[in-house]
């Protein structure tokens, strides 16, 4: 059974690029979340995706979108990138279809903005 | 809305002594509540998890938690830390329907020293 994959593992950029995260879901599960973790902060819960369709999302702008595949992979899109968006970014899947979602995470992706 | 709250921001202990961490929440309706460690530039694992039945849960690494519904806590416990253990400690949350939408706290950072 393989985990939940993300890459790139580091990144930098520049203020107002764009960025594109991309995770691999844990065989079986078909339910993505994408987490923000800010320096010293917990994550903060951005959106989730089933079966290819936004399922809920927190408190961040647009700028911010997303993607779910058909083998349930996903991509985390951030636009006109700023400072405060310097994070680690988590993906984490978990199997939809059951009473609970208990959420398998990856190693993350950590963006710097310059 | 939901919010956690983890009353301790740093836990210093020496191995082989007793630890707890403090987690409160706040929540008009059911929930499902989680430990999550992070370990230096990794990802999140999940340590136990609440979902209904026993308020006494066990999860792995000898880590323990109880849910106690009248205080709204949901503390972990270790009756004898191991240096492994040093890392940072998160307590989640989320609403019975919600499953991937998971509310954390700022974390706790357990030190253990030899």
């Known amino acids: 059974e393989t985990g939940v994959t993300q890459s790139p593992t580091h990144l930098i950029k520049t203020r107002g690029q764009q960025v594109t995260l991309r995770c691999s879901s844990q065989s079986g599960h078909n339910t993505v979340s994408w987490y923000q973790q800010a320096l010293g902060q917990g994550p903060q819960f951005i959106f989730q995706y089933y079966r290819e369709e936004e399922n809920g999302r927190g408190n961040f702008p647009p700028r911010f979108s997303g993607l779910q595949f058909p083998n349930y992979s996903s991509e985390l899109n951030v636009n006109a990138l700023e400072l405060d968006d310097s994070a680690l970014y988590l993906c984490?899947?978990?199997?939809?279809?059951?009473?609970?979602?208990?959420?398998?995470f990856g190693a993350g992706s950590r963006l710097t903005v310059l | 809305a939901q919010s956690v709250t983890q009353l301790d921001s740093q836990v210093p202990v020496f191995e082989e002594a007793p630890v707890e961490l403090r987690c409160n929440y706040s929540s008009s309706v059911s929930v499902y509540l989680f430990w999550y460690v992070q370990y230096p530039n990794q990802g999140l694992q999940l340590l136990l998890k609440y979902l209904s039945g026993s308020t006494l849960v066990k999860g792995i690494n000898g880590f323990e938690a109880e849910f106690n519904k009248s205080q709204t806590s949901f503390h972990l416990r270790k009756p004898s830390v191991h240096i492994s253990d040093t890392a940072e400690y998160f307590c989640a949350v989320s609403h019975y329907n919600q499953g991937g939408k998971l509310i954390f706290g700022q974390g706790t950072e357990l030190s253990v020293k030899p």
């Open positions: 984490a899947s978990s199997d939809g279809t059951t009473g609970a979602n208990v959420l398998t």
